[in-house]
């Protein structure tokens, strides 16, 4: 990919009111919200690989090969477990990061350059717009997502001299972290719509750690003697999303893969979830007064 200099904010507020404005010129008569949610999803693909975010995936796939190659000679011959369990979980990492840290700045960027001023001089509402800056993240989520999923399947490759088995075991599991990190991804953006960037990072960092420990809470309502505790940890546990569904990294080490059913009912419940947080995103960006 060739080399893209940082741009200015006014050529980041042209490419914004470009990108619409393009796109409704060529949805001609049917300028309508799924056109420019294109157009703002898009955009923000392309801010973020100017910001170079996928250059980890280079560093990534390099550091899991090489490292392949010692682990086949210290782990006992455990080294395909040890690449998928360090692999996935690599793979979560790195996309929590990318889900918080750009998450949080998609609105907040916006408003600092003052290119916000621009996308809302055109026919475009907040709704659009969080929910074009939400999709255009997800799809950089799936590339680093794709991306680093073949470089654990290549390492694999490599370990075995040939097709292993395990490959295809890993993959729902794949599956599942991409969920786990749209839903994160929405998180992130509600708290940005509101929030500082700072705040917001710090938010969603406790909704992922408190996510992944959401059965606890349940245990810890049961084990309260305060009736008021019992509610508040019980509403927190209904609340927050619970993560741990979508933790199937150490099964796919050992060769398990979820059942069909289990994905789908996990993305159902994602896909609920995240429409309720971004409609109250929208809700909470709609009041908010940028003078």
């Given at each position: 990919m060739p080399f893209v200099a940082n741009k200015?904010?006014?050529?980041l507020q042209v490419d914004t009111t470009v990108a619409i404005t393009q796109s409704n010129t060529r949805a001609g008569t049917r300028q309508g919200p799924f056109w420019r949610i294109t157009a703002i999803a898009r955009n923000a693909f392309r801010e973020a690989v100017r910001?170079?975010?996928?250059?980890?995936?280079v560093l990534f796939v390099l550091l899991l090969t090489v490292a392949s190659i010692f682990i086949g000679?210290?782990?006992?011959?455990?080294?395909?477990?040890?690449?998928?369990?360090l692999g996935l979980s690599a793979m979560l990492l790195f996309g929590v990061f990318i889900a918080i840290f750009v998450g949080v700045g998609l609105v907040y960027k916006e408003i600092e350059r003052r290119t916000i001023y621009a996308v809302f001089s055109k026919p475009v509402g907040r709704g659009e717009f969080l929910v074009g800056k939400y999709l255009g993240l997800c799809l950089t989520l799936l590339v680093n997502v794709v991306v680093m999923g073949v470089g654990v399947s290549l390492a694999l490759v490599f370990v075995k001299?040939?097709?292993?088995?395990?490959?295809?075991?890993?993959?729902?599991?794949?599956?599942?972290?991409?969920?786990?990190?749209?839903?994160?991804?929405?998180?992130?953006?509600?708290?940005?719509?509101?929030s500082s960037p700072a705040l917001?990072?710090?938010?969603?960092?406790?909704?992922?750690?408190?996510?992944?420990?959401?059965?606890?809470?349940?245990?810890?309502?049961?084990?309260?003697?305060?009736?008021?505790?019992?509610?508040?940890?019980?509403?927190?546990y209904y609340l927050l999303p619970n993560l741990a569904n979508y933790s199937f990294?150490?099964?796919?080490?050992?060769g398990r893969s979820p059942s069909a059913g289990f994905v789908l009912a996990s993305a159902l419940y994602a896909f609920v979830y995240i429409t309720v947080i971004l409609a109250a995103a929208t809700l909470v960006f709609s009041r908010r007064n940028f003078k």
């Open positions: 200015s904010p006014e050529h910001d170079r975010v996928l250059y980890n995936l000679e210290l782990s006992g011959g455990q080294e395909r477990k040890v690449i998928v369990d001299r040939g097709w292993d088995p395990l490959i295809p075991t890993i993959w729902p599991a794949v599956l599942l972290i991409y969920i786990e990190l749209m839903l994160l991804t929405a998180v992130a953006l509600l708290f940005s719509s509101f917001s990072a710090l938010l969603t960092f406790l909704i992922f750690i408190i996510g992944h420990f959401s059965a606890d809470l349940k245990s810890l309502a049961v084990s309260l003697g305060s009736a008021g505790s019992r509610w508040l940890f019980t509403g927190l990294i150490t099964p796919a080490a050992h």
